[in-house]
């Protein structure tokens, strides 16, 4: 079954620290990876996608994030942090082909907490 | 270009009762899924429909259902609410799915309380 794990619950860095946030995958084949960003009450916002190609993708607010084949992972890194980047953060995956019938597939998510 | 619009915002309802959830997708775009995010269960697909018709479907009751509109626009319903049902209903639109690597929009949910 595919299946998208993110291994730590929750993350606590200091403002200015840099971070790392881990997301593993299991699918049949490499599926679109993506990066979403959920603050308290809110909905979730996208902060980068992989599709194909370069395996290092920029994405918003600073972030990016690097695809590595061989680990199945999708981490997303940020050189430093700022305490407005406290928020839910979550990996999907969207498996490739034009079978419609298939969604997104989230990982439980891991929280990031900013100490001043 | 607006966003996805989901109404209303925070609502109570009594268990038993009913409740029906409304979702306008970005313009132009024809799927829109719904998800249930709940904090011990996570993120749920509930369900997908493109051009009105259901293409995918979670593992939820049959008291809940959804349907879509000739202008994508959507609406979920529950039936019969149970204390359970508690939850932030998100939807989200694309314009053809993530199987095609279409990019996942989302609204900002729907806070449903049953008491």
């Known amino acids: 079954a595919q299946s998208v794990t993110q291994p730590d619950i929750h993350i606590t860095v200091s403002e200015g620290a840099s971070l790392e946030l881990r997301c593993n995958y299991s699918?049949?084949?490499?599926?679109?990876l993506f990066w979403y960003v959920q603050s308290p009450g809110q909905g979730l916002q996208l902060l980068l996608k992989?599709?194909?190609?370069?395996?290092l993708v920029q994405g918003i607010k600073g972030f990016e994030a690097e695809f590595k084949r061989s680990q199945s992972s999708f981490n997303l890194r940020k050189p430093s942090v700022h305490w407005s980047d406290a928020a839910e953060y979550f990996c999907?995956?969207?498996?490739?082909?034009?079978?419609?019938?298939?969604?997104?597939?989230f990982g439980p998510g891991t929280r990031l907490s900013v100490l001043p | 270009k607006a966003g996805v619009t989901q109404t209303p915002r925070y609502l109570i309802k009594t268990r038993g009762q009913q409740v029906t959830l409304s979702c306008s997708p970005i313009?132009?775009?024809?799927?829109v899924s719904w998800y249930q995010q709940t904090p011990g269960q996570g993120l749920q697909f509930l369900f997908e429909?493109?051009?009105?018709?259901?293409?995918n479907k979670g593992n939820f009751p049959g008291r809940f259902s959804g349907r879509q509109f000739s202008n994508s626009r959507s609406e979920m319903n529950v039936s019969t609410l149970e204390l359970g049902d508690s939850a932030l209903y998100l939807c989200?639109?694309?314009?053809?799915?993530?199987?095609?690597?279409?990019?996942?929009?989302f609204g900002e949910g729907s806070w449903l309380t049953v008491v």
């Open positions: 989200a639109s694309s314009l053809a799915g993530g199987a095609r690597g279409n990019t996942i929009y």
């Open positions: 429909y493109f051009s009105e018709t259901q293409r």
């Open positions: 992989y599709f194909s190609g370069d395996t």
């Open positions: 999907a995956g969207a498996l490739k082909g034009d079978n419609y019938g298939q969604n997104f597939v």
């Open positions: 699918y049949g084949a490499t599926p679109y």
């Open positions: 313009s132009g775009h024809r799927s």
